[in-house]
């Protein structure tokens, strides 16, 4: 029966053969692996820990991709679930001394409670909305933070102090080795269920409400519950990354999650390619080393040299450094 | 489950109303088991109100649809498919960045479980109904003759092929009953031809039932089993296509032009 429909145009046609180039994702997946265990050996302990911030950016950026990227609804506010979770993982191991680990998972539900919290009445809301709803979320926490009233647990104005953990074990790390090893040991946990999610029902669910809500509640989903649980997992996974950076910072403070905060995740979420698994990294990367960069170059006005490269980024890579990767294979064989 | 002789869908005294405007004024009608159902009118007919009554996107003024017994009218609209009631959309709507594989998997989304850990986990209760909801998606695509554009944003497709995509994206949850919202629109005269041949190919391998709402007179007319015609939100007519052709309003309201024209 197909035969007797109009044949596709021969343009669609030429463009759906993909000849074979196709890497074998084992081999990734070591060179991936082999490409995170390398600064343990050559990078310095300052460097370590760019990379160990980075590679926190990088999970807090997924979080937020999750949310705005894949399922449209566009949070300037996720710094707020950032500050969250760092201040979880400060109290805990400062005011109740429980260990490291812990604090982690802690952070995780906490801030996945509140993020359902905010989504619920946020699915009022829709695109420019929502974006200044959460933007306002990010403008109040640091103003939050300081209230006298939780001084006791906040430390108010002074913040909080904390020391990172020991390697256990006796293991042949230092501290800056070992919490690197730890941060992207889980970070690449996070990205693997992350893109299982992705590339599963609900992943589709969640892209699928963002293109065409009408046609996704047609197929059965709903949004309501959908759009509410993706904000509270994206929350989730941007809280575990600020309990991370409690630890790896060691310290907490409000003036450590201004709203710019917030922008410099979205930022980082664009640079490395909206609704993409694996952009966040190279997001993380840049709102770590972008800025020093721009420092180096010029000390009185970092912040225009930051600028400057950061619309060349988005010029050279409109779809994000994500985009450049998808189409790469394309541009290798046009050679 | 109500008997073998119940309707699959029985539409009851429904009223639509927008403001002070009554789009239907009380039409009912059934739609049996395994039948091809054309539900025609002018424009303005009240047409697309009652389509988009039954499919769940509006709630009657008055009235009740129900299928198999169940009254539907008053579920929210993501229950429909899980229901059995699969639809197309008039003007397309597809989730334009989504490849034409992922469109058409998006369908299955109301008859999976897996939430949120399961699929993040991979448990294997999750991973089995993502096989078999691929292994259906791959087997649409087949028949659909789309699996050469299986991996295509569903965007960079022409109309037609687009339409397709909406067909296999409602079948793959295998609904009882399969609602059409102007399937011939926009396209050419070979496509509309093979669409009869193609819904009766679906209706037997599906085991459904079809209501559609179309402009294209000749289409519904040899496709249908049954014609039900509005005019002014009113049933003027409700038989066999021969029958509803012969109809005096029909003839005045619909086919008026048409018939001195010839």
């Known amino acids: 029966m197909a035969s007797q429909f109009s044949e ?4 669609l046609r030429s463009g759906v053969v993909r000849p074979g180039f196709r890497v074998d994702p084992r081999l990734l997946w070591a060179i991936g692996i082999a490409l995170l265990l390398l600064p343990l050996f050559t990078a310095e302990s300052y460097r370590l820990f760019q990379l160990t911030l980075a590679a926190i950016y990088a999970i807090a950026i997924l979080g937020l ?5 894949y399922n449209g609804q566009i949070s300037l506010g996720h710094g707020a679930f950032y500050a969250v979770g760092a201040y979880v993982a400060a109290i805990m191991l400062d005011k109740l001394s429980l260990p490291w680990w812990s604090t982690l998972p802690a952070a995780a539900v906490i801030c996945g409670i509140v993020g359902w919290g905010i989504g619920r009445p946020a699915l009022r809301l829709g695109g420019l ?7 306002s979320l990010a403008v109040a926490v640091p103003q939050i933070l300081k209230y006298k009233g939780i001084e006791d647990w906040t430390g108010g104005v002074q913040g909080v102090l904390v020391t990172k953990p020991d390697a256990p074990f006796g293991l042949p790390l230092d501290v800056d080795q070992f919490l690197y090893l730890v941060t992207v040991g889980i970070a690449l946990g996070v990205f ?5 999610l992705m590339a599963s029902r609900i992943g589709r669910a969640m892209m699928a409400i963002r293109d065409h809500a009408l046609a996704a509640e047609a197929m059965g989903m709903d949004i309501a519950n959908l759009k509410t649980a993706t904000f509270a997992v994206s929350a989730m996974i941007t809280g575990l990354a600020g309990a991370l950076s409690a630890i790896a910072v060691e310290f907490v403070s409000p003036d450590s999650f201004q709203a710019t905060l917030s922008i410099t995740l979205f930022v980082g979420m664009v640079v490395g390619g909206v609704a993409s698994i694996i952009g966040p990294i190279f997001g993380g990367l840049f709102v770590v080393f972008v800025p020093n960069l721009a420092e180096e170059i010029s000390k009185s006005a970092p912040g225009v040299i930051y600028g400057c490269i950061l619309i060349a980024f988005l010029f050279v890579l409109p779809g994000g450094v994500a985009g450049l990767l998808r189409r790469l294979p394309a541009l290798l064989r046009r050679r | 489950m109500s008997g073998n002789s119940a309707a699959l ?9 927008f403001g002070g405007v009554t789009a239907v004024g009380g039409v009912s009608f059934d739609v049996g088991r395994h039948q091809i159902c054309g539900l025609i009118g002018p424009n303005g007919a009240g047409k697309t109100s009652l389509f988009n009554c039954i499919s769940g996107f509006y709630r009657p003024s008055e009235g009740q649809i129900s299928l198999e017994g169940q009254k539907i009218s008053d579920l929210p609209r993501h229950r429909m498919m899980g229901l059995g009631i699969g639809r197309t959309f008039q003007n397309l709507a597809l989730f334009r960045s989504m490849t034409v594989r992922q469109n058409v998997l998006a369908g299955a989304h109301s008859q999976g479980k897996a939430g949120f850990l399961a699929a993040a986990l991979r448990l294997p209760s999750s991973t089995r109904e993502a096989r078999e909801a691929e292994e259906r998606a791959r087997a649409l695509l087949a028949m659909l003759d789309l699996e050469q554009f299986a991996e295509i944003p569903v965007a960079g497709l022409p109309f037609g092929w687009q339409k ?4 296999a994206r409602a079948l ?4 009882k009953l399969l609602l059409l919202d102007e399937p011939a629109g926009g396209l050419n005269h070979s496509e509309v031809d093979a669409l009869a041949e193609l819904f009766h190919d679906i209706r037997r391998q599906f085991d459904l039932s079809i209501l559609l709402v179309e402009h294209h007179m000749n289409l519904v007319m040899r496709v249908s089993d049954k014609v039900v015609a509005l005019n002014f939100g009113r049933k003027i007519a409700d038989g066999t296509p021969a029958e509803v052709r012969a109809t005096p309003e029909v003839i005045s309201a619909y086919l008026g032009e048409q018939a001195h024209a010839a």
Do not use: K
């Open chain 1, 8 to 11: 596709a145009p021969p343009s």
């Open chain 2, 172 to 175: 793959i949850s295998r609904p």
């Open chain 2, 9 to 17: 869908l029985e539409v009851r005294d429904i009223v639509i109303r």
């Open chain 1, 65 to 69: 991709n999750l949310v705005t990227g």
């Open chain 1, 192 to 196: 693997v269920l992350a893109r299982n």
């Open chain 1, 129 to 135: 909305y929502l974006a200044l709803t959460t933007f």
């Open chain 2, 164 to 167: 397709r995509v909406e067909l």
